[in-house]
């Protein structure tokens, strides 16, 4: 069904030749001896796994979906699923970038990223739950006391228990500040908690043994809204002293969703019933914990849609290059077929060339974003961990919802190369179109994600994080302003710096005057500031190809011809979105909600 080939190539390229990630981690002790060997072998194992054992599973695993016992409150995942899960465990995948005292392997952020794309490119449903897991570790390892992460974070950690974040319940998504559940402080300090959860991927599964479910929750006279919100750790089975599984908790499935795609994970309406949990942080302090697992969830449905966009594009390029129907415009390709491969037409080039300068761009954005984590989080210099943090917390909204925008628009793409046949199941084209759709949605909608980037991110602190990484994308434009080779990256990603300081400004201004244009500007002004980041990144990988076009290597050529593709028929979307984000709140508000 289809195919699925690791880009290891590019993902060599953006690591090594873009990032310098070897010279990068020689500034971090924690990995001053992880080299490009080393990486390198991690990327083709990788592969292996990715490409051999997930991919086959994926679209019969979309076919099969998984299945609810009512009479047990118990899911099973689709065929070879578990399976799959125990040989990921053997391997050690779950550890990659865990610490070592936990029984990690130590690994750097940025080298589990180029993973994290090659698990959901071969299996998106499948990769949410060992991905839920690193965000239930992530937030204990920050958060947890010393009792719970010697409890817990060796089996997330292993791989053997599995976790989920129990946020959203029927009356509120978004706002989490209506939430409902409560928790019941007892005397031995664990607290029961009684409420109901909907929506939560990996909710119950057959894969491993525990789950491991971090819950919002309110506790006694706590404050209304969102200031009230404590997060505890509410396993499915309660760990014995010992480390063995005891008593079952009273948290429990009570149906999985029918969704449009990713049908080979369960996403569950959870119940509690007086479950026992035990509080992450302090009390009504629990969003500021949950932030943690938020954040790397919004980082890893980015990751999702770039996955999606590469085996979409690999796809559809097999085909385009198979698929023989009409005549190339410009006279006969293939003479000796009935008709020429599709490939020779330009529109369908110009959709595999959208599909493809999507994927590269968010492979060198993810990569990036995640060589900041690593930076944040292990470089001696506390000024360089601060600067990595806000330009980390800047990025992460923009990889949500930029990635997942244009992975809708890839995926569509990609479909449609295939004419009749894309929406055809057998072809397993439609699945990644529908599965890419549910990505602009959850883990906070991206319109959510705009107004974050917009309202919090650029003008809590009057564009400070902003004008920090402008100011990169300027010292790069006045470096390289003189090349003329580099003219045609150079100049519009330096128009297109200044255009966004100023629609900045502007909105900004507006939006002291009224706070509806905010809201009015957030979703054109997230994507203007998607493509200004593309255009940077774009433009440095093409500064290398261009060095190296003559190399005898046709991946630089074919990397210069992508960026050139780019800047030529996807950048300029930001003249449009530019004239909307400015267009104001009145031509949205001014009709009366009964008249619409």
């Keep these: 069904m289809g195919q699925y080939v690791a880009p290891i190539r590019d993902m060599q390229f953006v690591l090594h030749e873009f990032l310098n990630v070897s010279d990068e981690l020689k500034q971090l002790p924690k990995f001053?001896?992880?080299?490009?060997?080393?990486?390198?072998?991690?990327?083709?194992?990788?592969?292996?796994?990715?490409?051999?054992?997930?991919?086959?599973?994926?679209?019969?695993?979309?076919?099969?979906?998984?299945?609810?016992?009512?009479?047990?409150?118990?899911?099973?995942?689709?065929?070879?699923?578990?399976?799959?899960?125990?040989?990921?465990?053997?391997?050690?995948?779950?550890?990659?970038?865990?610490?070592?005292?936990?029984?990690?392997?130590?690994?750097?952020?940025?080298?589990?990223?180029?993973?994290?794309?090659?698990?959901?490119?071969?299996?998106?449903?499948?990769?949410?739950?060992?991905?839920?897991?690193?965000?239930?570790?992530?937030?204990?390892?920050?958060?947890?006391?010393?009792?719970?992460?010697?409890?817990?974070?060796?089996?997330?950690?292993?791989?053997?228990?599995?976790?989920?974040?129990?946020?959203?319940?029927?009356?509120?998504?978004?706002?989490?500040?209506?939430?409902?559940?409560?928790?019941l402080p007892q005397d031995d300090g664990s607290w029961l908690i009684t409420g109901s959860k909907i929506f939560i991927s990996a909710g119950e599964h057959d894969v491993a043994e525990n789950i491991l479910h971090l819950v919002l929750a309110r506790v006694p006279d706590a404050p209304e809204g969102s200031k009230g919100i404590s997060l505890f750790l509410v396993p499915k089975f309660l760990p014995n002293a010992d480390g063995t599984l005891g008593e079952r908790n009273p948290i429990f499935c009570g149906a999985i969703e029918?969704?449009?795609?990713?049908?080979?994970?369960?996403?569950?309406?959870?119940?509690?019933?007086?479950?026992?949990?035990?509080?992450?942080?302090?009390?009504?302090?629990?969003l500021n914990a949950m932030f943690v697992f938020m954040n790397a969830a919004r980082l890893g449905v980015g990751m999702q849609s770039l996955g999606l966009t590469e085996v979409a594009y690999q796809n559809a390029l097999v085909y385009a290059k198979d698929r023989i129907q009409m005549r190339s415009l410009s006279g006969v390709k293939a003479p000796e077929k009935q008709?020429?491969?599709?490939?020779?037409?330009?529109?369908?080039?110009?959709?595999?060339?959208?599909?493809?300068?999507?994927?590269?761009?968010?492979?060198?954005?993810?990569?990036?974003?995640?060589?900041?984590?690593?930076?944040?989080?292990?470089?001696?210099?506390?000024?360089?961990?601060?600067?990595?943090?806000?330009?980390?917390?800047?990025?992460?909204?923009?990889?949500?919802?930029?990635?997942?925008?244009?992975?809708?628009?890839?995926?569509?793409?990609?479909?449609?190369?295939?004419?009749?046949?894309?929406?055809?199941s057998e072809w397993g084209m439609e699945q990644y179109v529908r599965d890419a759709r549910i990505n602009l949605i959850y883990e906070g909608t991206n319109t959510i994600q705009s107004l974050d980037l917009l309202g919090r991110k650029v003008l809590m602190d009057n564009g400070a994080k902003l004008r920090k990484f402008g100011e990169k994308i300027k010292n790069f434009v006045e470096e390289n302003g003189t090349d003329e080779a580099l003219s045609e990256f150079?100049?519009?990603?330096?128009?297109?710096?200044?255009?966004?300081?100023?629609?900045?400004?502007?909105?900004?201004?507006?939006?002291?005057?009224?706070?509806?244009?905010?809201?009015?500007?957030?979703?054109?002004?997230?994507?203007?500031?998607?493509?200004?980041?593309?255009?940077?990144?774009?433009a440095q990988m093409a500064k290398i190809a261009l060095a190296k076009q003559d190399s005898g290597d046709n991946f630089y050529k074919a990397k210069l011809a992508t960026a050139r593709f780019y800047f030529a028929r996807l950048q300029p979307e930001t003249a449009m979105l530019i004239r909307q984000a400015r267009s104001g709140s009145a031509n949205l508000m001014a009709l009366d909600a009964d008249l619409f």
């Excluded at 976790?163 to 409560?182: A, I, P, Q, V, Y």
């Excluded at 128009?495 to 900045?504: I, N, P």
Aim: charged share 20%.
């Design 339 to 424: 008709a020429d491969p599709i490939i020779v037409h330009a529109d369908v080039r110009r959709m595999l060339l959208t599909a493809k300068a999507y994927a590269e761009g968010a492979r060198a954005f993810t990569s990036y974003a995640a060589l900041q984590i690593d930076r944040e989080l292990h470089h001696p210099d506390e000024e360089v961990r601060k600067d990595a943090a806000d330009e980390v917390a800047l990025l992460t909204p923009i990889i949500k919802a930029f990635i997942t925008d244009n992975g809708w628009i890839a995926t569509s793409e990609a479909m449609q190369v295939y004419g009749g046949h894309g929406y055809i």
């Design 32 to 183: 001053e001896d992880v080299d490009a060997d080393i990486i390198n072998q991690v990327l083709e194992e990788g592969a292996k796994f990715t490409q051999d054992v997930l991919f086959p599973l994926n679209h019969s695993g979309d076919r099969e979906g998984c299945h609810y016992d009512a009479a047990t409150k118990s899911v099973t995942t689709p065929k070879g699923f578990k399976e799959a899960y125990k040989q990921y465990v053997e391997g050690g995948w779950a550890a990659l970038a865990c610490d070592p005292e936990y029984g990690g392997q130590g690994l750097p952020v940025v080298l589990n990223n180029s993973f994290y794309e090659m698990l959901n490119s071969s299996n998106q449903a499948w990769s949410m739950y060992p991905g839920l897991s690193h965000g239930a570790y992530e937030c204990l390892l920050e958060h947890g006391t010393d009792e719970q992460k010697k409890t817990y974070l060796p089996k997330l950690v292993s791989g053997e228990w599995t976790g989920t974040m129990c946020l959203t319940e029927s009356h509120c998504g978004t706002d989490l500040g209506m939430l409902r559940s409560k928790a």
């Design 258 to 286: 029918e969704k449009m795609g990713i049908h080979g994970n369960s996403t569950c309406q959870m119940n509690l019933d007086g479950a026992r949990g035990w509080i992450i942080g302090q009390p009504n302090k629990g």
């Design 490 to 538: 150079i100049t519009p990603l330096g128009d297109l710096g200044d255009k966004v300081t100023k629609l900045t400004m502007e909105i900004g201004m507006k939006a002291f005057q009224n706070p509806d244009e905010v809201g009015a500007a957030a979703v054109p002004y997230l994507r203007v500031v998607g493509h200004l980041i593309y255009s940077y990144f774009f």
